[in-house]
């Protein structure tokens, strides 16, 4: 779809407001219209923990016509519904980029307090009535932030058709009065947008169609998670509401009783991972989601589930820690918990997704690699993946296998039952409740190939060996990237090398280094365990300096590559609770490439170039 | 009340067991409690009522938490998973909700149930889980060689009580009642036909069946819950009492000093499957 767009776009619109102005929901819109016209499309919002703080809200939306990986650290255009909270983000408006507000406060207001006083020379001002139009044209103000994107539609000259398809289906549960008001609002902006001054961007005059429409979908990460999950044949889920979790859980409550099955809400995050413990342990799809804290408490159930070689899939979308920690932040600090956190030598799987599309493929790799290898698998994501919205595009044909089991040849059912069996690929046949003459016991303790406890040392030296070996295959089961590289091939002066969410950051870097001309190649890791160990040794044989850029204060990931293969990496670590700034790394990235030994940046968000909080 | 009213002869025994069938429940594995533990009756008993409801072994799954009686699945030839500490419902919950047409039965004992396990209690039975709950109750911790528990008595003498147990214990029947089980019984190992009338029982409720058993430790606890000393204290329900009234029934739970044996309340209304049933058919109609 994106080869069809006759020019090159690449418009960021960050819209700022307070919470109750619906700044959320019209990022919203403009994303999925944009998507829907055949654009490339990432968004990411944040938002105040508290519901009713009047706590500040961002929506950005980049919308491109080439492929991108993460947001540009500046927007082209700030909509302003609360000046009070968007003038510290004027800054953050590009050069000969617009910035829309409000020319009629409330209230006469002292001087400084509007944001005109703030624009930068090289700012467009657009002011425009939306309190005033929406007061003329509706009952009353709540439609300014209608009038705002429809005055951005018609300033970039697009259809509103787009708009109003989006309005009505988002609207569609709501009275018709509503949406009517809406649309009227949506419009009466249009009309003041297409007859002002318009901008000189770079934007086609008639958006191109995309022909394939089906096919492109706007979601978010967790909404592919639960797309993964479906497609996967999931039949249970148990969970715990935690943030930024509990969308995916909202969902699924929604999807899986149409098809039959059940997501039933417990009491703590341990009682739902040992519910989807139980219900792999019958046999049926299951899992779980959490983030950090349900996390900590659901080790003791992960190391019960890798003993007792029982499938469940957890997902974890991380937020700032320790503890409670910055429940609405992102961060990448639980990969220690999932891929070390249990009693005894409790390897699991571990898969970290760096976008959207992977979250599917994750999710519904997830189910697969479980139940092939009947362990727990973890599927790490992070608020800024959970929550960020990308344009995807998914085959119609589903590409999950739905039944990996290892069953137990009907001919041996004559002779006594091994559950675990010590096989060739350290993979036992599975019995499952209600298989005849099967019937066996399964355990948290140490046991013999039968299930029976037994500490005896060889017992235990074989079993810990049979739990670690069978995970080697994960490695290399089909159809998943395990890990990739990108940038220059050959011999480069630096590697970057990531994990998770931050990964669309370090690629952006990545190609503003080599426009600079330095010679550069990046990797990413998505299976975190079992460590590819001899991909990214060949990665780093390729490169002068290997970079890790991360999202937390220790480099959880830099100390996990470092303990695999053995070598010093450089660091690069932020604790910002928002993602990590494109032009921080590439900062980075040219100090290195002038003094490959260089000590580290200090982790301080003082020196991070500009915040965007 | 005592159960042995006449002298009991090995070799009958034996036969009578062999006769009955019951023995297809029992597993190779022979129970490792101590000599005298009352929880062999309990086995005995389980495998007595699975043989007179005529259920599948291959088609139940007995739900284990940790601690003495926690090594029951073992000595049963059911599917069986020994999980974690207090954990028993929750796991139970999920091999239920995952398939309806498993017996699902969960065992443990006081302190798995009533101090890491009570949070998981309550939601177990508001919930109406269609699983039978059987607490084997001996009032102190034994596999960890006897210290208090949640059930122990004051001024019980116990390693982690060596002045004196001074909190007062649970009771159990009272909060299963409050929390609304739909199934509430009392049983006692020294009384094992009993206790196998009402293991049937439980295990035929449709929903959550919740059974107390009384069960002495004979290694650990030589003053307070013995055999001598339960034997003693223990009394039927009286006769008149209804088992579909829930205040007569905690008033009668609320004598833990003079426990009595029988079913205290039982309901019928709707379980977990029930509702998630529901929840699939508005799902499909809202559509």
């Not at chain 2, 025994?13 to 309990?42: F, H, M, N, Q, V």
């Not at chain 2, 609320?254 to 205290?264: D, M, V």
């Amino acid at each position: 779809m994106n080869q069809q767009l006759p020019f090159s776009t690449d418009i960021q619109i960050a819209i700022c407001g307070s919470a109750g102005d619906g700044t959320i929901a019209t990022g919203d819109i403009l994303k999925r219209a944009m998507a829907r016209a055949g654009y490339n499309v990432i968004a990411f919002d944040l938002y105040p923990p508290e519901i009713r703080g009047f706590g500040k809200c961002i929506a950005r939306t980049r919308i491109t016509s080439e492929q991108v990986y993460a947001l540009k650290p500046r927007s082209d255009v700030l909509i302003s519904l609360n000046d009070a909270y968007a003038i510290p983000h004027v800054h953050e408006v590009d050069d000969f980029g617009a910035v829309i507000y409000d020319d009629t406060p409330i209230a006469a207001v002292q001087e400084g307090e509007h944001i005109s006083g703030h624009l930068a020379p090289a700012h467009l001002p657009y002011a425009i009535p939306f309190r005033e139009i929406s007061e003329r044209t509706t009952s009353g103000a709540k439609s300014r932030n209608m009038v705002a994107v429809g005055y951005l539609a018609g300033l970039y000259g697009i259809p509103r058709e787009v708009f109003h398809d989006i309005i009505q289906s988002k609207f569609k549960t709501k009275p018709a009065a509503l949406t009517e008001s809406i649309l009227t609002a949506f419009d009466a902006g249009f009309v003041e947008g297409v007859a002002t001054f318009h901008l000189g961007f770079n934007v086609p005059s008639e958006a191109p169609q995309s022909d394939e429409k089906d096919d492109v979908i706007m979601m978010s990460g967790n909404d592919a998670v639960v797309r993964g999950c479906l497609d996967a044949g999931i039949k249970t889920f148990f969970g715990y509401p935690i943030t930024p979790a509990t969308s995916i859980m909202e969902k699924l409550a929604v999807e899986m009783p149409r098809q039959g099955n059940s997501m039933v809400q417990t009491e703590d995050e341990i009682s739902a991972i040992a519910a989807a413990i139980g219900a792999g342990f019958t046999g049926t799809r299951s899992a779980t989601a959490t983030s950090g804290p349900g996390l900590a408490l659901m080790t003791e159930m992960m190391g019960l589930a890798t003993i007792a070689e029982v499938p469940v899939v957890v997902f974890v979308s991380q937020r700032g820690g320790p503890s409670t920690g910055m429940p609405t932040k992102t961060e990448q600090s639980d990969l220690n918990l999932a891929v070390y956190g249990a009693t005894g030598d409790g390897q699991r799987i571990v898969l970290a997704p760096t976008n959207v599309e992977g979250c599917y493929w994750c999710a519904g790799k997830a189910f697969e690699m479980a139940e092939r290898y009947q362990c727990p698998v973890i599927v790490l994501l992070d608020l800024y993946l959970s929550n960020r919205y990308e344009a995807v595009v998914l085959s119609r044909i589903n590409p999950f296998d739905q039944d990996c089991n290892t069953g137990v040849p009907k001919h041996q059912t004559d002779k006594p039952y091994r559950r675990f069996e010590i096989t060739d690929d350290w993979l036992s046949p599975r019995a499952i409740p209600g298989e005849k003459g099967l019937q066996h016991v399964i355990t948290g303790l140490e046991h013999n190939e039968f299930g029976r406890p037994n500490d005896q040392a060889d017992v235990h030296a074989q079993m810990s060996h049979k739990r670690h070996q069978k995970l080697h295959a994960a490695l290399t089961h089909p159809d998943i990237t395990i890990c990739k590289r990108f940038g220059d091939t050959g011999q480069v002066q630096i590697g970057l090398l990531g994990w998770g969410s931050s990964f669309g950051e370090i690629l952006e870097a990545l190609f503003k280094a080599q426009g600079e001309g330095i010679t550069c190649a990046a990797m990413k890791v998505v299976m975190l365990s079992p460590f590819p160990t001899s991909e990214v040794i060949a990665f780093m044989d390729d490169c002068d300096a290997v970079l890790v850029p991360e999202l937390n204060y220790q480099g959880q990931f830099a100390n996990l590559v470092g303990a695999m293969v053995g070598r010093s990496v450089h660091r690069f670590t932020r604790v910002i609770g928002t993602p990590l700034h494109v032009d921080d790394i590439l900062v980075e990235v040219r100090r290195l490439c002038d003094d490959p030994t260089a000590p580290p940046t200090p982790v301080n968000p003082a020196t991070t170039q500009e915040k965007l909080t | 009340m005592t159960s042995v009213t006449q002298p009991v002869y090995l070799e009958e025994k034996l036969e009578d067991i062999r006769e009955s069938g019951r023995l297809i429940y029992r597993s190779k594995a022979l129970p490792t409690w101590c000599p005298g533990c009352g929880y062999y009756a309990i086995v005995e008993a389980m495998t007595d009522a699975m043989n007179r409801l005529g259920i599948l072994s291959e088609d139940t799954v007995v739900v284990s938490g940790i601690g003495c009686a926690s090594r029951f699945p073992f000595f049963v030839d059911t599917y069986g998973f020994h999980t974690l500490h207090g954990r028993v419902l929750p796991v139970a919950t999920g091999v239920k909700v995952a398939n309806e047409a498993l017996n699902v039965i969960g065992v443990g004992g006081d302190g798995d149930g009533f101090a890491i396990g009570g949070g998981h209690i309550p939601h177990a039975a508001r919930r109406n889980v269609d699983i039978t709950y059987v607490l084997f109750d001996n009032g102190i911790y034994g596999l960890t060689k006897g210290q208090t528990s949640p059930t122990s008595v004051t001024g019980f003498e116990t390693g982690t009580s060596p002045y004196q147990n001074q909190d007062n214990p649970l009771n159990p029947l009272l909060m299963l009642l409050s929390y609304g089980a739909s199934w509430v019984g009392q049983a006692y190992a020294g009384n094992p036909h009993h206790l196998a009338s009402m293991l049937e029982q439980a295990i035929a409720h449709r929903g959550f069946s919740y059974l107390h058993v009384l069960s002495p430790c004979v290694t650990f606890d030589k003053t307070s819950k013995t055999y001598r000393n339960l034997g003693m204290a223990i009394r039927d329900l009286p006769d008149q009492h209804d088992n579909r009234d829930l205040m007569a029934a905690m008033i009668e739970a609320r004598h833990q000093e003079t426990p009595a044996l029988g079913l205290y309340y039982k309901e019928e209304r709707p379980t977990l499957g029930d509702g998630l049933k529901t929840i699939v058919e508005r799902s499909r109609n809202k559509e």
